[in-house]
């Protein structure tokens, strides 16, 4: 506790010098944004119209080089003397952790946005959580109608450790890292509702979406990004649990509301218990996994990570990049009997789905994962151009 307040502390008063940006034609609003890119030689920010921007180049290094000691919230893994890692038996690596010698190689003209997720942080926000406990014996055909006022929630304009805020900001550095002169857009879920990864024409605007823990999207988010993929862009996903359960966007009251999954439904007059995941079906064939708890242990296990929240393999066109051989012994877990939980590719019509199969927060600083994690964007991201 002592070691996570005073990284806050911290964070907050060497990061979040916070500022106000006119928001651009793709928005209405205005959002509090952090100087994390400003100084950035070459640097170029697409749709500033939620997120974070801006902050001097010194910052972002630190945060690279001191990946042994920021403590990240979340059970992460801590980073090891191992140097080798592979992909797959056909993919070839670019680099070993101690040898970066990849900085630059990162097609100049790649247009990447991160995506923060702002809805599910909301979820978290003292609002859904405290009604699924208090409702926790409620079983099926039961209707609610009292403390509904909690499936509501003021979306957070704030990084959330439960919805990869720091994770996003160590990332957005770490690509600015390894590619100097790429485009990099910071959005929240409400630019994707909207469809700012478009241009007018329906074309993709990004090459490449990074997505990290969206959990908690919109019908019209989960549609745009299947619509992005669709379009030929590659969507990478850190983090198990997405697209778990489906939200409506206020726009005009910057809220969201609980629609379907996390087991329960709402009308906005009562509350009842229904499905898990939202979309499992449609996911899995176009996002290739689907989500799973429980996990006992990974053989393999080149980051030392715990298990959290993690996805697995769900659709036989998934190409297999890294198995962490996963065992499921059924305990405490949604799913009953073995389940492949491995970092992957699936191609879906003109575009690709990356997915880790982790949840990556926990190991974003973990020196192995971070090298990983830059051979895979170097190796697949950068053909997006191709």
């Given at each position: 506790?002592?070691?996570?307040?005073?990284?806050?502390?911290?964070?907050?008063?060497?990061?979040?010098?916070?500022?106000?940006?006119?928001?651009?034609?793709?928005?209405?609003?205005?959002?509090?944004?952090?100087?994390i890119l400003d100084s950035m030689t070459n640097n170029s920010v697409l749709n500033r119209s939620s997120?974070?921007?801006?902050?001097?180049?010194?910052?972002?290094?630190?945060?690279?080089?001191?990946?042994?000691?920021?403590?990240?919230?979340?059970?992460?893994?801590?980073?090891?003397?191992?140097?080798?890692?592979?992909?797959?038996?056909?993919?070839?690596?670019?680099?070993?952790?101690?040898?970066?010698?990849?900085?630059?190689?990162?097609?100049?003209?790649?247009?990447?946005?991160?995506?923060?997720?702002?809805?599910?942080?909301?979820?978290?926000?003292?609002?859904?959580?405290?009604?699924?406990?208090?409702?926790?014996?409620?079983?099926?055909?039961?209707?609610?109608?009292?403390?509904?006022?909690?499936?509501?929630?003021?979306?957070?304009?704030?990084?959330?450790?439960?919805?990869?805020?720091?994770?996003?900001?160590?990332?957005?550095?770490?690509?600015?890292?390894?590619?100097?002169?790429?485009?990099?857009?910071?959005?929240?879920?409400?630019?994707?509702?909207?469809?700012?990864?478009?241009?007018?024409?329906?074309?993709?605007?990004?090459?490449?979406?990074?997505?990290?823990?969206?959990?908690?999207?919109?019908?019209?988010?989960?549609?745009?990004?299947?619509?992005?993929?669709?379009?030929?862009?590659?969507?990478?996903?850190?983090?198990?649990?997405?697209?778990?359960?489906?939200?409506?966007?206020?726009?005009?009251?910057?809220?969201?509301?609980?629609?379907?999954?996390?087991?329960?439904?709402?009308?906005?007059?009562?509350?009842?218990?229904?499905?898990?995941?939202?979309?499992?079906?449609?996911?899995?064939?176009?996002?290739?996994?689907?989500?799973?708890?429980?996990?006992?242990?990974?053989?393999?296990?080149?980051?030392?990570?715990?298990?959290?929240?993690?996805?697995?393999?769900?659709?036989?066109?998934?190409?297999?990049?890294?198995?962490?051989?996963?065992?499921?012994?059924?305990?405490?877990?949604?799913?009953?009997?073995?389940?492949?939980?491995?970092?992957?590719?699936?191609?879906?019509?003109?575009?690709?789905?990356?997915?880790?199969?982790?949840?990556?927060?926990?190991?974003?600083?973990?020196?192995?994962?971070?090298?990983?994690?830059?051979?895979?964007?170097?190796?697949?991201?950068?053909?997006?151009?191709?």
């Amino acid at each position: 506790m002592i070691i996570f307040v005073l990284f806050t502390f911290l964070f907050t008063n060497s990061i979040f010098a916070i500022s106000e940006v006119q928001a651009t034609a793709n928005s209405s609003h205005k959002y509090p944004v952090t100087t994390i890119l400003d100084s950035m030689t070459n640097n170029s920010v697409l749709n500033r119209s939620s997120m974070f921007v801006g902050s001097p180049l010194s910052i972002t290094k630190e945060l690279r080089n001191t990946n042994e000691s920021i403590p990240i919230p979340g059970n992460e893994g801590q980073a090891t003397d191992k140097n080798d890692y592979v992909f797959s038996e056909n993919k070839s690596e670019i680099s070993t952790p101690g040898n970066n010698s990849h900085t630059g190689e990162f097609g100049k003209k790649v247009k990447i946005a991160l995506v923060m997720p702002t809805f599910t942080a909301a979820a978290y926000d003292k609002s859904f959580y405290l009604f699924y406990n208090k409702y926790i014996d409620v079983t099926t055909g039961v209707n609610v109608t009292t403390d509904l006022n909690l499936l509501s929630s003021k979306v957070t304009k704030e990084p959330s450790s439960s919805a990869s805020g720091f994770a996003m900001l160590y990332l957005l550095g770490n690509l600015k890292w390894i590619s100097p002169e790429s485009h990099i857009g910071f959005l929240g879920d409400q630019d994707i509702d909207r469809g700012s990864i478009f241009r007018s024409n329906g074309s993709n605007m990004y090459d490449v979406i990074i997505l990290g823990h969206q959990e908690y999207v919109t019908q019209k988010e989960y549609e745009n990004l299947k619509q992005f993929v669709s379009n030929g862009g590659t969507m990478i996903i850190l983090d198990g649990n997405v697209f778990y359960a489906e939200v409506k966007y206020h726009s005009n009251k910057d809220t969201i509301t609980l629609v379907k999954g996390h087991s329960w439904a709402f009308n906005g007059k009562s509350a009842w218990r229904s499905v898990n995941e939202r979309w499992q079906n449609e996911t899995a064939q176009w996002v290739g996994s689907n989500y799973i708890s429980g996990i006992a242990k990974f053989s393999n296990n080149p980051f030392d990570y715990l298990p959290h929240e993690e996805q697995y393999i769900t659709n036989p066109n998934d190409i297999i990049l890294l198995n962490y051989n996963a065992t499921n012994t059924g305990l405490h877990s949604n799913k009953i009997g073995s389940a492949v939980v491995a970092t992957y590719e699936l191609n879906y019509q003109k575009g690709r789905v990356i997915a880790l199969g982790l949840y990556s927060d926990d190991i974003i600083i973990n020196g192995t994962f971070d090298r990983y994690f830059d051979n895979l964007i170097l190796q697949y991201a950068m053909h997006s151009k191709d």
